[in-house]
């Protein structure tokens, strides 16, 4: 099982982890996980294959679920988005005494159609010749034919490494890409997770369908949805405050229930 790297805010309170998509690292989440860390512990995740975490020979959603149970000995408030939605579910799913409570971030425990704008990505960041590299500013450019959206360029650059004169990719790139398919899919299970479920969606993005609600119900019978206006898939990067908020009430509703 890999190693995870992980970053802690908080020292009082009760746990909370927290897993990235795809792309992503746990610093993505630094911003609401400070907000949090008056009133809680707080973990943030590099998931397997994504920033100073192990890489790994395959992409398998147990594997990642199993290393994010394995990551407390207490039961945790576990959030996740997009690849880390997945997993957080998964986990819920696998290891229930170990989720107090679980929070999905613009996903859906569904497969996808497809992952072809992601293979685009990762193409394009496999297209640029690191050994000739001069900055970051020259990927930018690299990458703007490919990725025209300068938001999510910016997203991508920030697992641009320089270690001396040499450049690197964080994320395992080429396993990445051939292991797509896994990524856009679930694994089948019967389990169901009890506990209490925030799911929250992107107004202005597709992961998170009225046609995806039975598959979330028949896994997570206590779900809650809440749709966040102005936000795509990266919710928490495009309304952070509003997630905050969301998550705030969350843990107070749930810290009441069990008082």
Same mark, same amino acid.
């Given at each position: ?9 908080? +020292? ?61 000995? +207490? ?41 072809? +704008? ?129 998550? +705030? ?11």
């Amino acid at each position: 099982m890999s190693a995870l790297h992980t970053t802690h805010l908080g +020292e009082q309170g009760s746990p909370v982890v927290f897993c990235h998509g795809l792309f992503g690292q746990g610093r993505n989440w630094t911003q609401i996980g400070k907000a949090l860390a008056d009133r809680h512990r707080v973990t943030l995740v590099d998931m397997p294959n994504h920033g100073r975490s192990d890489w790994t020979e395959r992409i398998d959603y147990v594997e990642m679920a199993d290393a994010i149970a394995d990551l407390s000995d +207490e039961p945790v408030t576990l959030v996740g988005h997009s690849m880390g939605g997945k997993a957080a579910m998964l986990a819920a799913l696998r290891h229930p005494e170990k989720v107090a409570r679980l929070v999905v971030v613009d996903v859906s425990p569904v497969a996808y159609r497809s992952a072809d +704008e992601f293979r685009g990505f990762i193409d394009a960041m496999l297209g640029i010749d690191l050994g000739s590299l001069g900055s970051r500013a020259d990927a930018d450019a690299a990458l703007s034919a490919a990725v025209p959206d300068p938001g999510i360029r910016g997203f991508l650059l920030q697992n641009l490494r320089r270690d001396g004169d040499a450049w690197a990719w964080l994320p395992n790139l080429e396993v990445l890409r051939r292991d797509l398919d896994a990524l856009r899919g679930f694994p089948e299970t019967d389990a169901v997770y009890e506990g209490p479920v925030l799911w929250i969606a992107g107004a202005d993005s597709g992961y998170v369908r009225d046609e995806f609600r039975d598959a979330m119900e028949a896994r997570f019978p206590q779900v809650r949805r809440v749709t966040v206006k102005g936000a795509g898939h990266w919710v928490h990067s495009a309304q952070p405050a509003v997630v905050t908020a969301l998550l +705030e009430r969350f843990l107070d509703a749930e810290a009441e229930r069990g008082a």
